[in-house]
């Protein structure tokens, strides 16, 4: 599982659903593991499959359609609702995602999402509309998130950016997780409390 984001060029799964809550997302029945791998497979499971044994696939749904393919999810907005399970974020990284997109994320989910090497962008209801409208026409349609540059964009050219916390912006470009932060400014760290020991 890749940690270090940068630029991510890929085609997008349009989810263009609504208030798609946290146990939708991977259901409380799935949540007995601790390991943040295989979660992927019961990503939306419920909408997914009609059964409990995955022989019947929902043909309507977007994860089941052959022609949405790649590591960005667009969603609608309110995205990430509900209750606060981290292993929302762990089912979409795990599947294969790399980028959400949605015009609004609930502030837990999104800061699930960053701890763990997902990036959450939020864009203008209006661009959202945009990238559902460019899939639908060409489900090839590639997207590129740039996270140095904080911009997405579409093929035609037209882009809008998008804001994120500089300490999460840093971590992710380095696939740093806190610990792997600190470990990083371990000199600036000891410098700084040798020059304040000498002050007392």
């Given at each position: 599982?890749?940690?270090?984001?940068?630029?991510?060029?890929?085609?997008?799964?349009?989810?263009?659903?609504?208030?798609?809550?946290?146990?939708?997302?991977?259901?409380?029945?799935?949540?007995?593991?601790?390991?943040?791998?295989?979660?992927?497979?019961?990503?939306?499971?419920?909408?997914?499959?009609?059964?409990?044994?995955?022989?019947?696939?929902?043909?309507?749904?977007?994860?089941?359609?052959?022609?949405?393919?790649?590591?960005?999810?667009?969603?609608?907005?309110?995205?990430?609702?509900?209750?606060?399970?981290?292993?929302?974020?762990?089912?979409?990284?795990?599947?294969?995602?790399?980028?959400?997109?949605?015009?609004?994320?609930?502030?837990?989910?999104?800061?699930n999402a960053l701890?763990?090497?997902?990036?959450?962008?939020?864009?203008?209801?209006?661009?959202?509309?945009?990238?559902?409208?460019?899939?639908?026409?060409?489900?090839?349609t590639e997207l590129?998130?740039?996270?140095?540059?904080?911009?997405?964009?579409?093929?035609?050219?037209?882009?809008?950016?998008?804001?994120?916390?500089?300490?999460?912006?840093?971590?992710?470009?380095?696939?740093?997780?806190?610990?792997?932060?600190?470990?990083?400014?371990?000199?600036?760290?000891?410098?700084?409390?040798?020059k304040r020991a000498?002050?007392?």
């Amino acid at each position: 599982m890749s940690k270090q984001l940068n630029i991510v060029r890929s085609p997008a799964v349009p989810l263009n659903m609504e208030n798609v809550d946290t146990d939708q997302i991977i259901p409380a029945r799935f949540l007995k593991a601790t390991s943040r791998e295989g979660f992927g497979k019961n990503l939306f499971r419920d909408w997914r499959y009609e059964n409990d044994d995955d022989t019947k696939p929902r043909k309507g749904f977007p994860l089941n359609n052959p022609v949405y393919k790649g590591k960005i999810l667009v969603a609608a907005k309110n995205f990430g609702c509900g209750s606060s399970r981290e292993h929302a974020a762990w089912a979409i990284k795990d599947y294969g995602f790399d980028v959400v997109i949605s015009s609004f994320f609930a502030d837990i989910f999104k800061n699930n999402a960053l701890n763990n090497f997902l990036l959450p962008v939020t864009v203008s209801e209006g661009f959202l509309q945009k990238l559902f409208a460019a899939i639908e026409k060409d489900p090839a349609t590639e997207l590129e998130v740039n996270l140095q540059e904080q911009t997405i964009k579409l093929p035609d050219g037209s882009w809008q950016a998008f804001e994120i916390n500089n300490y999460k912006k840093t971590c992710l470009l380095n696939g740093y997780d806190d610990i792997d932060y600190l470990l990083s400014i371990k000199d600036d760290i000891n410098s700084y409390e040798t020059k304040r020991a000498f002050q007392f």
